[in-house]
C-alpha cells in the first residue's frame, strides 16, 4: 500500500511538473493522463476477473498441435497432451505436420503406433504455415472443442479440463489459457520475457476476459468452439493484406475473426502450459518482429467491429492502438530530440516510465509466487526501448517471412 501511495503521489508531482512547460507540456499532460487512466483501468478490471468455475464439464475435445522441424521435441507436447487428466473415450489428439524437411513426421509416426488409437498424424506434404495446419487439423474432427497446442508448449496435466470449463456459456467462443516461459532461469533475457508473460495474461488479458473481448487467445494454449471457427476456415486461410498473404499472426487473426463473429473470447487463468521462450537477441527480436507485423494489420480490423460487438472494449482497444503508435515517437521526442533542442530533459519521461514500471512490479510480486517482480520493473523498461521497432514492422509488413521459421 505504501508503494502504491508513493505512485499516486508521483504521477500527481509529474502532472505538476508538465504543466510548466507551456502548450508543449499540456500536450504531454493529455497524453500521460490518457496512458495513466488506460493503465489504472487494467487493474481495475483485472481485480474484477474471475476465472470460470470448475462444473464438471467434459465435452469432447480435438487436441490440435501444428509442427515443423521440431525433429524428436514435438514427442514432448504430444506426451503432454497424451497425459491429460481427461476422461480417454472424450479426447483425441490431431497432429499436423507441416512439410517438415527433418525427423519431425517419423517421430510422429512412432507415437502413433504406440497410441494409435488417441492420436492421429497428418503430413502435409509440403510447407503450407501454420494456418494451414490448424485448419487441417480442425476439418479432421467433430470434436466440440478444438484446443490448439504450439508444438513447443505443453499443457499442465489438468490444462485442458479446466480451460473448457468456460464453453458452458453457448456464448463463449475461444478461451486462452495461462502460459509460462519454461525456461525462464536460462538467462536475464528469459527472465524478462517470463516477467511479461505473466503481466500480459495475468493483467492485461485478464482485463480483457472481464469485457468479453481477449484479442488474442495465444498459440501456445488456446481452445475454440469448433462451431465459432469452423464457418471462418476458408476466409482465414485465404487472408491477405496489402496483397500480400497473410502467414503470420494467425492465433490474432483467428481470435478477432472470432470477436467479429459475436462470440466471447474470454481467459482461463487456471489453464496453465509451459513454452519455450527465445533465449538470444536475435531470436527474441524476430519474435517481437512478427508479433508488431501482427499488431499493424489486426488492430486496425478489431477497431472496426469491436464497437459493434463488444461496445465496452472500443475505448481500452483504442488506446491501446494510439499508444503503440504513439508510444515510438514519445520516446524518440523525450529522449533525443528535446534534450537536443534544448527544451526538456528526458526526466519526466522517465519518471512516467518508472510509475509504469514499478506498477507493474507491485502487480507481479502481489500475485506470482516466484521472485520474477524486479524483471517486470526492468522489463518494461527494455521493452519499451523496442518500440521503435514498429516503424521497421510497419515497412516490412507485406514481407510473410517468420524470421524464426522458414516458408
Given amino acids: ?12 508531482h509529474l502532472c505538476q511538473r508538465l504543466l510548466d512547460y507551456g502548450k508543449l507540456g499540456m500536450v504531454s499532460l493529455v497524453y500521460t493522463t490518457l ?10 478490471l483485472a481485480a474484477f476477473y474471475r476465472k470460470p468455475p470448475d ?33 480417454e473415450d472424450k479426447i483425441r489428439i490431431i497432429c499436423i505436420d507441416d512439410g517438415s524437411t527433418d525427423d519431425t513426421f517419423a517421430h510422429m509416426q512412432l507415437a502413433e503406433i504406440v497410441h494409435g488409437d488417441r492420436l492421429t498424424c497428418v503430413s502435409l506434404g509440403e ?3 501454420k494456418r494451414a495446419a490448424m485448419a487441417e487439423g480442425v476439418r479432421r474432427t467433430e470434436s466440440e472443442i478444438c484446443v490448439f497446442v504450439d508444438s513447443d508448449s505443453e499443457p499442465a496435466p489438468d490444462g485442458i479440463a479446466k480451460i473448457v470449463q468456460g464453453f458452458v456459456k453457448g456464448d463463449v467462443g475461444a478461451i486462452s489459457g495461462l502460459t509460462h516461459a519454461r525456461n525462464a532461469e536460462e538467462n536475464n533475457l528469459t527472465r524478462m520475457q517470463a516477467a511479461r508473460y505473466f503481466i500480459s495474461f495475468q493483467l ?24 465459432s471457427i469452423a464457418p471462418l476456415l476458408e476466409p482465414w486461410e485465404a487472408q491477405t493484406f496489402l496483397g500480400a498473404p497473410c502467414t503470420f499472426g494467425d492465433d490474432r487473426s483467428l481470435t478477432n475473426m472470432v470477436v467479429r463473429s459475436g462470440y466471447r473470447t474470454i481467459y482461463h487463468s487456471g489453464a496453465l502450459a509451459w513454452t519455450e521462450v527465445p533465449s538470444d537477441y536475435r531470436g527474441f527480436f524476430r519474435q517481437q518482429q512478427r508479433w508488431k507485423k501482427s499488431w499493424i494489420r489486426e ?9 459493434r460487438s463488444r461496445p465496452l472494449a472500443f475505448p481500452s482497444s483504442f488506446v491501446t492502438t494510439l499508444a503503440a503508435i504513439v508510444s515510438p515517437i514519445v520516446l524518440i521526442v523525450n529522449m533525443f530530440v528535446y534534450p537536443a533542442l534544448g527544451i526538456a530533459l528526458p526526466l519526466i519521461y522517465l519518471l512516467g516510465l518508472f510509475l509504469i514500471a514499478s506498477a507493474y512490479g507491485i502487480y507481479h510480486r502481489t500475485l506470482a509466487h516466484n521472485n520474477h517482480w524486479k524483471w517486470a520493473v526492468i522489463g518494461t523498461g527494455f521493452y519499451v526501448l523496442f518500440a521503435p521497432q514498429m516503424f521497421w514492422a510497419l515497412a516490412r509488413v507485406r514481407d510473410g517471412s517468420w524470421g524464426t521459421r522458414a516458408g
Avoid: T
Wanted: aromatic fraction near 14%.
Fill in 299 to 307: 488492430s486496425p480490423i478489431f477497431l472496426s467491429h469491436v464497437w
Fill in 1 to 12: 500500500m505504501i508503494l502504491v501511495g508513493l505512485n499516486c503521489l508521483l504521477f500527481w
Fill in 127 to 129: 510447407n503450407r504455415g
Fill in 35 to 44: 496512458i495513466g487512466f488506460y493503465m489504472l483501468s487494467r487493474f481495475v
Fill in 204 to 227: 492485461l488479458k485478464a482485463s480483457e476476459s472481464v469485457l468479453g473481448a481477449v484479442v488474442c487467445c495465444s498459440g501456445c494454449f488456446s481452445a475454440y468452439r469448433r462451431a
Fill in 55 to 87: 462444473v464438471g464439464f467434459f465435452p469432447d475435445v480435438a487436441v490440435i498441435i501444428p509442427a515443423y522441424n521440431e525433429g524428436r521435441s514435438i514427442l514432448r507436447s504430444i506426451e503432454a497432451c497424451l497425459g491429460q487428466d481427461y476422461p
